[in-house]
């Protein structure tokens, strides 16, 4: 019985090398199409989300440190508590902005640069405006600070960031459509790989 099985003389002795003589083609397209598109596909896709995630983060945080920098000069009663928070917020700020550079280091270290550079200094302006109000300069003096720290370096770090957003939500969009190109692809492939392990398993069978 056991020699029946591996006979290739006999009908039940080539369903296995018939059933193996299907499975590979599939296999083989299946990996060829993996490492070559898919692959690659997804790690773009990846980068794109996680850059695109990182940026909007980003300016979603400047946002949120401008407006606790507004409440710390003008919001005494909340002065306190706002003050607190700035305080663990900008670490916060400043590895955030990190992180975004880090991201676009392979593939664009000049924006990197940017983007660590410009938000450093607001990050920067956003504390000496807390040491002004801290060391009781008045409105008018913190006020000043907020303008020339704050507001000044929020505009090229803004016209940085912005950018990077817009590009990463089309290289998203666009990477979403090649995934799901590929995938269509992948399906043909192992269409046409099924159709020649089917072949091959018939002429095996046939012998």
Not at 86 to 94: D, G, T, Y
Not at 152 to 180: F, H, K, M
Request: charged fraction near 25%; aromatic fraction near 4%; include cysteine.
């Amino acid at each position: 019985m056991t020699k029946a099985i591996w006979d290739l003389e006999t009908p039940r002795g080539r369903l296995l090398p018939a059933f193996a003589a299907g499975l590979v083609p599939v296999l083989v397209a299946l990996v060829v199409v993996g490492l070559l598109l898919v692959r690659p596909t997804l790690r773009g896709l990846d980068h794109a989300q996680e850059v695109l995630s990182a940026a909007t983060e980003l300016r979603s945080a400047s946002r949120a440190l401008q407006r606790d920098v507004l409440l710390l000069i003008f919001d005494e009663g909340t002065r306190e508590k706002t003050g607190a928070r700035l305080e663990a917020r900008v670490p916060e700020f400043r590895q955030l902005a990190d992180r975004l550079g880090t991201a676009l280091d392979p593939v664009d270290p000049e924006k990197a640069r940017r983007i660590r550079e410009t938000h450093a200094a607001l990050a920067d302006g956003v504390q000496a405006v807390a040491q002004s109000v801290q060391a009781r300069e008045g409105i008018d003096a913190n006020w000043r600070v907020q303008q020339e720290k704050v507001l000044a370096n929020e505009i090229p770090a803004a016209r940085t960031n912005d950018p990077i957003i817009t590009q990463y939500q089309a290289y998203v969009t666009a990477s979403l459509g090649e995934v799901r190109a590929v995938l269509w692809i992948c399906f043909a492939v192992v269409l046409i790989a099924l159709g020649f392990g089917v072949a091959s398993a018939a002429v095996v069978l046939r012998r």
